[in-house]
């Protein structure tokens, strides 16, 4: 079946530290991977995302990277901000379709 | 981007009362969405998939006949929770895709938190 394996949080980190969310995945075919962002009080909204294995999605700082051989899709950060302060989802979506299937989302806190 | 619009964003209701969400999609016509909730500190679940002019398709577990879909244009779809009960209080979250551009994200809606009194 399909599912996405997210590390627990909560996270705490200080201004200006290195951030590393893991997600690994089970999949079959070759999913389409995500980063959903979801701010206190809103919906999600798409961070950043990879098609193809090897692929690297960036977006605001964040990077994450398509492994298929470890079927993993790891977010990281150089650098986070106060403002970077949210939940964060992994996400998976299969080739055929438009399901998505969600991680149980890491909360950040990232404090000054 | 392409916008997906919910409505309420926030509703209270009493217990035994039903309560209609309404996903809309603004910019492009949408034949599938998607209806999800959230619990506290919990991912998002898929509660079913709506599809415009037929019967929605529900996940295992949830109740069809609780959770009423309506998907009567490519706009539009509704999620009607009947006889709301405190233990349906939940974030309801809908989501869309653009037709014809492959493996793109979903756009999701701005969520609806429900409680039920």
């Known amino acids: 079946g399909n599912s996405v394996t997210q590390m627990e949080g909560p996270v705490t980190l200080s201004e200006e530290a290195f951030l590393t969310i893991n997600c690994t995945y089970t999949?079959?075919?070759?999913?389409?991977l995500f980063w959903y962002v979801q701010y206190p009080g809103e919906g999600l909204q798409l961070l950043l995302k990879?098609?193809?294995?090897?692929d690297k999605g960036s977006n605001k700082g964040f990077e994450a990277t398509y492994r298929k051989e470890t079927t993993s899709f790891h977010l990281e950060k150089g650098s986070v901000q106060v403002s970077d302060s949210a939940v964060y989802f992994c996400?998976?979506?299969?080739?055929?379709?438009?399901?998505?299937?969600f991680g149980t989302g890491t909360s950040l806190t990232v404090i000054p | 981007g392409a916008v997906v619009s919910q409505h309420p964003s926030r509703v209270i209701c009493k217990s035994g009362t039903s309560v209609k969400i309404e996903c809309r999609s603004l910019?492009?016509?949408?034949?599938?969405m998607f209806w999800y909730r959230q619990f506290p500190k919990q991912s998002l679940m898929l509660m079913a998939t709506?599809?415009?002019?037929?019967?929605?398709?529900?996940e295992q577990g949830v109740e069809k006949d609780k959770f009423l879909i309506n998907h009567a244009s490519l706009t539009l779809s509704t999620l009607t929770v009947t006889s709301a009960h405190p233990e349906d209080s939940s974030f309801y979250i809908c989501s869309a895709n653009p037709p014809g551009q492959g493996n793109t994200e979903a756009f999701f809606g701005q969520g609806t938190r429900l409680t039920v009194v």
């Open positions: 709506s599809n415009e002019g037929s019967k929605a398709t529900y």
């Open positions: 990879a098609t193809k294995a090897d």
């Open positions: 999949a079959t075919g070759y999913p389409s």
């Open positions: 996400a998976l979506r299969k080739n055929t379709g438009n399901q998505f299937y």
């Open positions: 910019d492009f016509q949408a034949t599938t």
